[in-house]
Structures are given as C-alpha cells and as structure tokens.
C-alpha cells in the first residue's frame, strides 16, 4: 500500500490542522493506522493510532484531548484532526500502516510509511 500525508502548513499557536492520509494500492481497512512525527534533530515519536476495525483508538500524552485521528473507509483516508496547536507540535507528520491487529505504538512495527508533511506552529 502507499501512503501520501497532506495538509500540513504554517499556523498560529491556538490554531487547528487537519492531515489527511490517503492510501492507494490497498485498503485502509486492512491496516491498522497511526500518525507520528518527527521533530529536527529529535527521533520519530508516535502520535496517535486507530486500528483495523476502527473501534478503537490510542494517544500519546501529548496528543490527548487535542487530537483525533479517524478513518473513512470509503475514501480510503485516515485523518488526524489536530487543534489547540503549540509550537512544541511543529514537526514533520508521517502516516503508517501496520497489519497487526492490536494497537501499535511503535515506528518499528509499522509496515508502511508514507511521505511527510510539515506542520509549522508559531507562537
């Protein structure tokens, strides 16, 4: 499956993002999916993850009440809505893909990876 992140950009401390991952070649469904990001000079952490059926969802600390990743099937999208944006969020986002069906949390169980893209937050 491949997998192209978009939506990123430059916004204000307090502002909202929406990232868009959408795949081809595959199904979504078939995939867990998360959303990590990579800040310069520091290590890709994770983000937030949804899993195959969709029913169940997972956070990091940083991202909890203020982010929500979610997927439509049917566009074969997953989307990680991101608001109350702080300057310690700016980073470059990367979306995966994992066949595991449990939650994973970790960059080295994700199968796939895609591009990423730049979220930008000044404050």
């Known amino acids: 499956v491949q997998l192209q992140a978009s939506g990123g950009g430059l916004v204000q401390a307090g502002g909202s993002l929406r990232l868009s991952c959408a795949a081809s070649g595959g199904l979504v469904s078939s995939y867990g999916m998360g959303w990590f990001r990579q800040a310069p000079g520091k290590e890709r952490e994770f983000v937030a993850t949804i899993n195959r059926s969709g029913d169940t969802t997972y956070y990091a600390d940083s991202a909890k009440g203020r982010f929500t990743i979610s997927r439509d099937n049917a566009k074969n999208t997953v989307y990680l809505q991101m608001n109350g944006l702080e300057p310690a969020d700016t980073a470059v986002y990367y979306c995966?893909?994992?066949?595991?069906?449990?939650?994973?949390?970790?960059?080295?169980?994700?199968?796939?990876w895609g591009q990423g893209t730049q979220v930008t937050v000044s404050s």
């Open positions: 995966a893909a994992v066949r595991a069906m449990n939650i994973r949390t970790t960059t080295s169980a994700y199968d796939y």
